[in-house]
């Protein structure tokens, strides 16, 4: 047992060395809180002061018409924000005199052409000057229908559409959006929640398990792997990398976890999320239990390869391979966002090599019958003891030591059967 917690404490001190680990786990779930603090502060003031700063602040503007095109100026724009000048001359004397921001200039053959020019005194690409142009395109259109304000109110909105989405169900047909998925016209966040989700747990199940991986190859090509074995056997060796990277792994997802679940449950305000909407608790634990499995199964798999990986360079396409059951997964989910409970999906979302990432992603659509649930954590936990017995066989010092480069045909015969690539 000690020799176990000597391993399980060396790589708890490798990884809490690393910038990158640190920045990861710490850094980013810091900035997204701060920025949500500040963006949910400013959404607290009182609807009216929010009101107020949102309401666009008109500027005076002239035009002159040469035509005679504009005979009145709609009732229902304000007073003296646009201003009749004779002459270009004296508009532009205006312009100088700060009465006016800009103005333009209304062509005798507009009605033919609908050229219009604007003229204001420099060009800022990420101003908002001339956003307020509408107020002369409304004013010639109205002069335009002969003064008929009901006509060019019909003319300036042809049409007011009301989509009835048949694929919504329920609440969101009412406008709401209860539940994240593809259907959710409410809130682009809780549409695209399950694509983050997923992103984020399959980068967490990868990176915590490769680490392993990672750290075993560069310890074979740097030969501390025989100190390490002549102080530990291979069987404490594998079962404190696992257990030690396991605890990163559950404090990264912890933290990342609980910084969702505080934002989403704190932030319905700043982040415009319909009412009543709050990610349950209940989620929050399965997605644990999830994880746990999901990086059991995957780092005795990348413990494995880390036995056969002669040395650092060939980490990463190691990785890929032991890792590809979770990226095809991964890719096939992305695929099916418009069918989260298809025959596919479910598939994917049972068997254990996919569903730590694919049951998470059907989880946020929150519609997966209970069996399913139960069934995919039964074959999970099967899968993460068969996978264990079977790297523990294959596990040995032999094979540790050995310089022979990985293939896949390899590490699932050492797998199945240890003894023929140990003996």
Known sequence: MQKLTRILTYELKTSFRRPSFLFITFGIPLAALIIFLVVNARTAKSPATVEKEAEPQLVNEGYIDPGGLVQKIPWDLPQNVLRAYPSEDQALSALEAGEIRAYYIVPADYAQTGKLVYVRPEYIPLSDQGAQDWIMRWTLLYNL???????????????????????????????????????????????????????????????????????????????????????????????????????????????????????????????????????????????????????????????????MVPDAKSYTSTSMIVGSPLYIGYICTLMLSFNPNGTLATFLSLFPLTSPVVMIWRLVHGDVPGWQLLLAVALLIVTVILVALAVGRMFRAQLLLSGQSFSARRYLLALWKPEVVTG
């Open 145 to 307: 229908v002969g003064g008929d304000m009901q006509l060019a109110r019909r003319i300036w909105q042809p049409a007011v559409i009301t989509e009835n989405n048949l694929s919504v169900q329920g609440s969101e047909l009412s406008g709401e959006c209860p539940m994240p998925g593809y259907t959710c016209e409410s809130s682009a966040l809780l549409r695209y929640l399950p694509m983050i989700i997923l992103v984020f747990f399959f980068i967490a199940i990868m990176t915590t398990a490769s680490l392993l991986l990672q750290n075993m190859s560069k310890e074979k090509e740097n030969r501390l792997v025989e100190i390490l074995l002549n102080s530990a056997s291979p069987t404490e060796l594998l079962v404190g990398k696992v257990t030690g990277l396991g605890i990163l792994g559950l404090i990264q997802v912890t933290i990342y976890l609980g910084t969702i679940y505080f934002i989403f449950n704190r932030g319905r305000l700043a982040l415009n999320l319909p009412p009543g909407y709050a990610i349950p608790p209940e989620f929050i634990a399965l997605g644990f239990v999830f994880f746990v499995l999901g990086y059991a199964v995957y780092a005795f798999m990348m413990a494995a390869a880390g036995a």
